[in-house]
């Protein structure tokens, strides 16, 4: 599937766009920080970690510790 049709998918079972683009982002990264997850959905580091918030809300998004830093984990 083309990531346009991923992120319309993603679209069509409720996500905005900011949220797929950071679902998506993480699904092709694997486990991540806000820091390398905000260019690669093309998004501001600040707003990346609100939307992290969401996708958690949502049960999309797990947290890791590892040391003193957070990694994001997406859900299947």
Request: proline fraction near 7%; avoid cysteine.
């Amino acid at each position: 599937m083309l990531p346009m049709e991923l992120q319309q998918v993603l679209s069509n079972a409720g996500l905005t766009e900011k949220e797929s683009g950071v679902y998506l982002a993480l699904l092709e990264l694997g486990p991540s920080t806000a820091y390398r997850i905000a260019p690669k959905a093309k998004l501001k580091r600040p707003i990346t970690y609100v939307v992290l918030e969401q996708l958690q809300s949502r049960g999309l998004v797990s947290t890791v510790p590892q040391g003193k830093r957070k990694l994001f984990v997406a859900a299947d």
